[in-house]
């Protein structure tokens, strides 16, 4: 008799084929203040709509799809149940928690969402579908021409690296450093959240000069202006300055190669004598086949600039080695995102 063999199942498929809905859903709700609406009340579907300026017709879809998502809860049914936050959207989605991670979020649904559809052409001709596409100002460009826009990006990115970054001061070793310099430090958050676990060490936040301003007035809200300085130049262009640690947080994978590589040298020669580098990142698993969003990351890093490009641990250690670094190792920081450090 012939068995038949089961048939795979397609259900990955068409959930990774559909998954735009769910993220446009999640998306649209942090862009409408829909957890910061909520806080610690308990609203009916109208009563939330109202306050939204919502039209009647999508009100128990849209906040039922969240309920089913694990991102609101629902007390009751019926069009007198109440919506309320879940632990989670309470601590990361209400714009006023000081954990808030929705400012990436804002930007995924008013930039990125809409550049991700020219994925196709990206891959056919390897450049940028961003702004400069439509003849505006690159990201970068744009940014750093106002302060104020400036201050609102660097706000957005800090929710979701004040993550990595208090894994980073919990699980790397420092007590044998001195003196640490956060290179692309931007609000200094990195620096921070190290020296207050970290109470020996004297730290420098590096960025360009126009996010000086930004960095002084987060270090000093820390009171912690005594132990972290600040430091203005262009990395390509100036030396760094010297420290027993350099760290890069999420600022490698902005560059091609030539420029990734000389960041590294950058760091090399002002580390002090066994100094240490370490870049964090969403580190892509040298084998290519587990990190999913560390390769999504890349890709939206050509679509965001071309020639940049997210990596492995070992090619970081194929860069260093070349730098004239001499130990390597890789410590998982949370999620996806592991710090990547290579000692002189």
Known sequence: MTRTMPQ????????????????????????FGVFTRLRDRRLTGRELGAELGLHPRGIADFF???VAMRFLEREGDGASAKYFNTPAAALYLDKD??????????????RLFKFWHDLPEALRT???????????????????SELPRLEQFMGAMTGLSRINFEALAEKFD?????????????????????ARKHPHLKCTSFDLPPVEPIARKHI???????????????????????????????ILHDWNLEKKKHLIRAAYDALSANGALITIEALIDDARRENVFGLLMSLNMLIEFGDAFDYSGAD??????????????VIHLFGPSSAAIAYK
């Open 97 to 110: 928690s000081p954990r808030y991670v929705g400012g990436i979020l804002i930007m995924l649904n008013d």
């Open 174 to 194: 420092f007590s044998r450093f001195k003196t640490l310099c956060d290179v692309g430090g931007a609000t200094g958050l990195l620096s921070i959240e190290v």
């Open 64 to 66: 039922d799809s969240l």
């Open 8 to 31: 795979p199942d397609p259900s990955p498929i068409l959930q990774t084929a559909f998954a735009f809905w769910s993220s446009k859903v999640l998306l649209t709700a942090v862009d």
């Open 220 to 250: 000093a809200t820390a009171g912690l202006g005594n132990r972290i300085g600040t430091a203005a130049g262009n990395f390509f262009k100036d030396p760094l300055p010297r420290a027993d640690v350099i760290t890069m947080g999420m």
């Open 316 to 329: 970081f250690q194929e860069w260093c080695i070349e730098a004239g670094f001499k130990r390597f190792e």
């Open 126 to 144: 390897g450049r940028p579908q961003n702004e400069i596409k439509h003849g505006q100002k690159g990201m970068f460009e744009e940014l750093y």
